[in-house]
């Protein structure tokens, strides 16, 4: 609602215009994923508390990220 807000009210032709709409854009970003990962950790230590375990389904696979020179 606010970077709607803000594209739609500010100049994109100023001389910080499009740089302050990419920066709304990656604050937006950073915020929704703060969000999002704050409801993860509040649901797991609920789920710690009231001795809910989160198990992954039985079809999940671990992905283990090699670099160069890691075996």
């Known amino acids: 609602m606010i970077l709607g807000w803000y594209v739609q009210n500010t100049a994109i032709g100023s001389i910080y215009g499009a740089a302050g709409s990419a920066l709304a854009l990656l604050i937006w970003a950073y915020y929704s994923a703060y969000i999002f990962l704050y409801g993860a950790k509040f649901v797991h230590i609920v789920a710690q508390a009231y001795g809910y375990p989160i ?7 671990f992905v283990h990220l090699r670099y160069d020179g890691e075996e």
């Open 55 to 61: 198990v992954s389904d039985k079809e999940t696979t």
